[in-house]
């Protein structure tokens, strides 16, 4: 079956950039989304088809995919971004497939 | 404004069943797909199933495939996600999320979930 893997965190000053990976087999072949879930809270889409944001979700974030990986990368990141990530893809099983997620943290 | 309303949560014995609905509104509810995702205590995301808008293409998760039913009623605009034969692994709080995976669009309105514990 089809994985995505994410690393379990990242740790970011405010105001510098944050950078969360996901990889996957050929991951560039295909769509990746990214989800914004803060404690107690449904997820929110960040950005879908690997680079497009939603309307009303800041610039800071942006998103990239080739390869094997996709990147979700938050630009000045603030105190507000804290929260868990998680990448998001569709395998042809078919089988609609979540990375583990990451918690990124802003200290 | 888009919303997405859970209900039919609970406590179950293993082996049991539960019905979960998903009110919707806000939006044309008939054209859209939807998707039932959940989220067990302290742990990610797992995409549960998938229908089109019109029901006819129908996808479900391996671990819940023959015991998870999705279906939906447009003139209601409701989802439905049948789940019967009930394990412990099955506790989590469940999503209906609005977004069909075809051509990256992800799932842009989520709900607020309702919890389901499936314990002795």
């Known amino acids: 079956s089809y994985e995505l893997t994410q690393p379990p965190s990242v740790s970011v000053s405010p105001g510098q950039t944050a950078s969360i990976t996901c990889s996957g087999d050929?991951?560039?072949?295909?769509?990746a989304c990214w989800y914004q879930q803060k404690p107690g809270q449904s997820p929110v889409l960040v950005i879908y088809?690997?680079?497009k944001r939603p309307s009303g979700i800041p610039e800071r974030f942006s998103g990239s995919n080739s390869g094997n990986t996709a990147t979700l990368t938050i630009s000045g990141t603030q105190a507000m971004d804290e929260a868990d990530y998680y990448c998001?893809?569709?395998?042809?099983?078919?089988?609609?497939?979540f990375g583990g997620g990451t918690k990124l943290t802003v200290l | 404004e888009v919303q997405l309303v859970e209900s039919g949560g609970g406590l179950v014995q293993p082996g049991g069943s539960l019905r979960l609905s998903c009110a919707a509104s806000?939006?044309?509810?008939?054209?859209?797909?939807m998707n039932w995702v959940r989220q067990a205590p302290g742990k990610g995301l797992e995409w549960v199933s998938y229908?089109?808008?019109?029901?006819?293409?129908?996808y479900y998760a391996d671990s819940v495939k023959g015991r998870f039913t999705i279906s939906r009623d447009n003139a209601k605009n409701s989802l439905y996600l049948q789940m019967n034969s009930l394990r412990a692994e099955d506790t989590a709080v469940y999503y209906c999320?609005?977004?069909?995976?075809?051509?990256?669009?992800?799932?842009?309105?989520w709900g607020q979930g309702t919890q389901v514990t499936v314990s002795s």
């Open positions: 806000g939006f044309t509810f008939s054209t859209y797909s």
């Open positions: 999320a609005r977004g069909d995976p075809a051509g990256g669009a992800g799932c842009d309105s």
């Open positions: 998001q893809a569709w395998d042809s099983s078919p089988n609609w497939v």
């Open positions: 229908i089109r808008s019109s029901s006819t293409t129908i």
């Open positions: 088809q690997d680079r």
């Open positions: 050929k991951l560039g072949d295909k769509y």
